[in-house]
């Protein structure tokens, strides 16, 4: 049986986008990992994190990095849906793109970082978006990214192409910290930038900072099942 462990990073920052990644391994590629001392990325040192990086791209059957950029995620917080629902589409999006072709023939156990305090109703939604489900054992947990080391390989990446996509932002727009609203940096550069940036496309409009800021009429949690 192979593992296909998904994570993602970004799911709260004000600034950029969420990333999910999923990580697909057979038994010797985790064991290989787990010697290579692959962890959840948030004990990880952000040096650590790209050298783990390369090294699960060499051990690892197949990668899928997908990004839910601001205006997504805005959309699903403010329209019918929810992150939650946003993030299992995504998660769905990814085990689609693997299970299928040559993978279709194994069995696969599918391992999720559950977003959701509900697990049970947040694995309902996700079965929703996969399309072939013969072949798959899911299985979504909380805190996986510690216990299943797919799942933190998937962190892993998840979290450096994070990382890659700010600095992006950086390079354009200049200091914006880590882009969470805790952040006095991110907090500074909002409130000097935020009006005149209002249409770039790297803020989360739909959160309750950014509301407060700069008022709109409707606002939904961030957290909603």
């Not at 790209?50 to 839910?68: Q, R």
């Not at 156990?109 to 697990?119: A, E, F």
Request: with cysteine; hydrophobic share 40%; glycine share 8%.
């Amino acid at each position: 049986m192979l593992t296909l462990g998904i994570d993602d990073a970004g799911r709260g920052p004000l600034i950029g986008p969420m990333i999910l990644s999923g990580v697909l391994v057979d038994s010797t590629q985790a064991n290989k990992l787990k010697k290579l001392k692959v962890r959840d990325s948030k004990i990880v040192s952000q040096e650590e994190r790209v050298e783990l990086a390369g090294l699960i791209e060499k051990n690892s059957l197949k990668i899928k990095i997908v990004k839910s950029f601001p205006a997504e995620i805005d959309s699903a917080v403010e329209g019918s849906s929810n992150l939650n629902t946003l993030e299992a589409k995504k998660a769905g999006e990814i085990i689609n793109s693997i299970n299928k072709g040559k993978f279709r023939k194994n069995k696969i156990k599918v391992i999720v970082d559950c977003p959701s305090n509900n697990l049970m109703a947040w694995k309902g939604t996700l079965l929703r978006f996969i399309e072939f489900k013969d072949n798959l054992e899911v299985i979504c947990e909380h805190k996986a990214d510690a216990n299943h080391i797919s799942v933190a390989a998937g962190s892993i990446m998840a979290k450096v192409t994070r990382e890659q996509e700010v600095a992006k932002i950086k390079k354009v727009h200049g200091g914006i910290g880590s882009g969470y609203a805790s952040d006095p940096i991110t907090q500074t550069f909002l409130k000097k930038n935020g009006r005149r940036l209002s249409d770039s496309g790297i803020f989360r409009k739909s959160w309750a900072t950014w509301k407060k800021l700069f008022p709109t009429t409707g606002q939904k949690t961030l957290d909603g099942f």
